[in-house]
């Protein structure tokens, strides 16, 4: 029996890879480089340490790049685009129909600092959650299941009892070891991804309902 909703955040409630990723290749450009999508795409819902990405801007331009200024011109500009945005097609029905239903409803994000909690209190989303986990309350995030897990025991459901709603390869896998059910809705950065393991995927949430979705899981079909 479906008992809880674990959203992922950035790229799914609110498409902040995209955005991040635009603002990113604008000040690639500045530099006379470019950031291809793939590169981005691989990175999207995780954070890997090996990953540099003033490293690629360097190996393109053959010059030093003062790293500070690159990410505080950057994250200026993502910030001007994301505090604009709105929330994803079919997120706002699915998250107060889960409401009306009773249903627990957690967060479970790769980011950390309050950064998607702060996001859903501007969106107006933030008073349907339940359980709050970002990467700082984590050793280890997606693709590791800890965030995952970590949902489920704030919302006191089992694994089995919870779908993951995710956008990236990365939290795609992490819900799936931590053993929820998961639906995969890509944004356009991770839409050319090869995500394996899910049980449903969609365009956007707005081409289901979320009592479509609890039969399908309640009854064991998969897609």
């Not at 959203?7 to 450009?29: N, P, Q, R, S, V």
Request: charged share 30%; aromatic share 10%.
């Amino acid at each position: 029996m479906i008992k809880a909703l674990v959203f992922d955040f950035d790229g799914l409630i609110l498409d902040t890879e995209t955005l991040m990723y635009k603002a990113t290749k604008e000040i690639f450009a500045e530099y006379g480089a470019e950031l291809p999508i793939e590169i981005w795409a691989n990175n999207a819902g995780t954070h890997d340490p090996n990953f540099d990405l003033i490293q690629v801007l360097e190996e393109q331009t053959g010059r030093a790049v003062d790293r500070d200024a690159f990410y505080k011109k950057r994250d200026r500009l993502a910030l001007e685009y994301i505090d604009k945005a709105d929330v994803l097609p079919g997120i706002r029905a699915i998250i107060e129909t889960a409401d009306r239903f009773g249903l627990k409803i957690g967060l479970a994000t790769s980011s950390g600092d309050h950064w998607a909690k702060n996001h859903l209190e501007r969106l107006g989303l933030a008073q349907y959650f339940d359980a709050f986990v970002q990467a700082n309350d984590v050793k280890n995030v997606k693709p590791d299941p800890e965030l995952y897990l970590k949902a489920c025991e704030a919302l006191g459901v089992q694994p089995n009892e919870a779908i993951a709603f995710e956008d990236s390869y990365h939290g795609a896998v992490a819900a799936k070891k931590a053993g929820l059910y998961c639906i995969v809705v890509p944004n356009e950065v991770t839409r050319n991804l090869e995500f394996e393991g899910y049980d449903r995927k969609f365009n956007s949430l707005a081409e289901t309902s979320l009592e479509e979705l609890i039969e399908l899981f309640d009854t064991g079909k998969k897609a």
